[in-house]
């Protein structure tokens, strides 16, 4: 398979995939607290992810499971958990059209602290057509909603907590095994998660013959699909297309969101709605032929190296 078919699957993964992860976390809080439900999802992803690469999690640096540590906590608490707690009381396709604001927070830590170069005017340029796009079906889409501010703080929080996992993961990455690096991230991640949980109180009277059918359902979805498959594809892409390039999949999220809203459950999509959407799609494509474009990038892409130990195998 070539490399191009691999970018453009694994763009697919972080785009369906993800997108639809909104979804099912409405369905699995129905019958499961928050951070347990997280927990769940990335400890049982992380375990099956590390089952896959055998005994080689035995000779990974004290150095890679610092960083896997750090990065963990960013994803997968930072980020995941806080979405999970703010979910509570905010629809999903609000929810994802939140954390649309990662590649601006991407953008803002590259060029406060550039590694190689900053990111180019028409890269910048290029969001906004898919922010607008953003805005406008979250508009559409939130309507008659009525939120209180602490949710959406938080939501911003937690955006910001990953565009600085995308970065830092990205930064100290060694080129070794994805599937490894990304089990221990999301095992990390998934522990700490466990951790708040019991501190929290929310296993108190928790029992699992209250958990529904569908939330159970959604919990082995969120751990396979989202964690197992999504976070791959997401790692992957990091060690091989630029960072806000990836990034650009948090464009896509939100229409996926509200189009699971509108088959599923029933809530409208207007002709306004599929404009936003199409921006989101021109913005995608405008960004990509901007990064290919630039011969900065192309520099970039031969040249990086990371001065890191690297995660042994054989």
Known sequence: ???????????????????????????????????????????????????????DVTRV???????????????????HGVLAYAQQSVPSGIAAIMLATIPFW??????????????ATMTLAALLPGLAGVAIVGWQSA???HFSILPILLLLAAA???????????????????????????????????????????LE?????????????????????????????FRWLLDNVSTFMVSTYIFVNPIIAVLLGTLILGEPFSVTMLFGALLVIASVIITWRTEQASPASARQAQSMTWSRPAIRSG
């Not at 691999?6 to 992860?21: N, P």
């Not at 640096?61 to 963990?72: E, H, I, K, P, V």
């Not at 991407?106 to 990111?119: A, G, S």
């Open 160 to 202: 910001f907590s990953w565009a600085v996992g995308t970065v830092l993961s990205r930064r100290t990455s060694d080129h070794g095994s994805p599937t490894l690096s990304s089990g221990m991230q999301l095992s990390i991640g998934g522990a700490v998660l466990f951790a708040i949980s019991l501190a929290s109180g929310e």
């Open 106 to 119: 991407v953008l803002l830590i590259d060029f406060l602290y550039p590694q190689t170069r900053r990111p």
């Open 1 to 55: 398979m070539s490399k191009r078919l691999l970018i453009v699957g694994a763009f697919a993964a972080i785009y369906l995939l993800w997108g639809s992860t909104y979804f099912a976390i409405a369905l699995g809080l129905k019958s499961i607290p928050p951070f347990l439900l997280m927990g769940l999802r990335s400890f049982g992803g992380g375990l099956i992810l590390i089952a896959m690469n055998g005994a």
């Open 143 to 145: 309507e008659q909603g």
């Open 61 to 79: 640096s004290r150095w890679n499971w610092l960083t896997a540590a750090l990065c963990g906590v960013l994803f997968f608490v930072g980020c």
């Open 205 to 233: 009277g928790f029992s699992p013959r209250d958990v529904s059918a569908p939330s159970l359902a959604a919990v082995i979805y969120l751990a396979i699909a989202g964690s197992v498959i999504g976070f791959t594809a």
